[in-house]
């Protein structure tokens, strides 16, 4: 027969626990409060870009998945949905600035306009902004490689050097099809004029591929292509300064003909005036997004021999 386990009553039990009472443990460091550790070191900028696409959820266009948004240009197979640009992430004291700023357009425009803030993802964490350096270019998967060759060449031979903007002006525009309508801040012109100087070596990348520059002659396209945002008049026929702008907010409703301009609104005017013009962003790097994958062309650094490629 097997052997019972003798398991002692709860009376022995309770003797053998006080006759040997637990030891305390002597605090550790590890125990010691939060308050007491150094901050975290800053995150690395690549780190963004490792984390800038959302999990596609669907294979095709659907809008209900982006608050009733459609694609401008439809997914191609084969293709790598593209785009150059200058990639800003505001600090919760500048993202605390431009909330207010939406908040005063949302408070003046016609009643039941929804206007959606650009400075959150679909989980409420912050996104980043952009300054556009190219349309949205559709390339094939053979000519990914190449086309980042060209543009890293180019964009290191117009010889900027990591730069400051500012910003003025702010006004709504529409996409090509007026199916949505951007609230847009306008970029005044830097100091050495790099926005231009990036913005011809985007073009002349695209061109060589086959694809329209942005700004270019050959017709607009979508968010804001060629809105004057009236910072002052063209200097030259490639001068295309007030056209850099970067997108804060967007809306399916077209505004009414009062809130068209935002800056009619004294509420608004004063807060861009007292607040956001205060604010300056410095960009060190071009991104360039293909695909999912985003790429860092570093601004006044010459590529070394014996590198990986641009790819990896």
């Known amino acids: 027969m097997t052997t019972l ?20 443990k002597r605090p550790t460091p590890a125990s010691a409060s939060c308050n007491d550790l150094p901050p975290p070191p800053p995150l690395p900028a690549a780190f963004h870009d490792l984390y ?3 999990t596609r959820v669907s294979t095709s266009d659907d809008p209900s998945l982006h608050a009733g948004r459609k694609r401008a240009i439809p997914h191609m197979e084969g293709h790598w949905m593209s ?17 207010s700023l939406i908040a005063h357009v949302q408070a003046s425009a016609d009643a039941g306009a929804t206007i959606h803030s650009s400075l959150q993802t679909a989980l409420n964490t912050p996104a980043p902004l952009h300054i556009s350096l190219s349309r949205t270019l559709p390339i094939p998967t053979e000519t990914r490689a190449p086309f980042l060759t060209a ?7 117009t ?8 910003f003025g002006g702010l006004k709504w525009v529409s996409n090509y099809d007026r199916t949505r309508w951007f609230l847009v801040m306008g970029v005044q012109k830097p100091a050495r004029d790099e926005l231009n100087a990036l913005l011809r070596a985007c073009n002349r990348t695209a061109k060589t591929h086959g694809f329209p520059e942005l700004y270019g002659k050959d017709g607009a396209t979508s968010e804001g292509e060629g809105i004057d ?5 063209l200097e030259a026929a490639d001068d295309h300064s007030a056209a850099f702008h970067v997108s804060l907010a967007w809306s399916l409703e077209a505004p009414g003909k009062d809130a068209r301009n935002p800056l009619a609104d004294k509420v608004v005017r004063e807060w861009m005036e007292d607040e956001v013009l205060k604010i300056a962003v410095r960009f060190d790097a071009v991104k360039v997004k293909i695909g999912n994958a985003v790429h860092a062309v570093d601004l006044g650094k010459k590529r070394e021999s014996g590198t990986k490629g641009i790819l990896g």
């Open 229 to 233: 945002m009236g910072l002052g008049k």
């Open 83 to 99: 785009h150059v640009y200058l990639e800003w992430h505001p600090t919760a004291a500048e993202s605390s600035t431009l909330a």
């Open 151 to 157: 543009l890293n060449a180019q964009i290191q031979r």
């Open 159 to 166: 010889g900027a050097r990591p730069f400051d903007i500012k």
């Open 5 to 24: 386990v003798a398991y002692p009553d709860s009376d022995s039990e309770q003797d053998a626990h006080d006759a040997h009472p637990p030891k305390r």
């Open 52 to 54: 800038s696409t959302a």
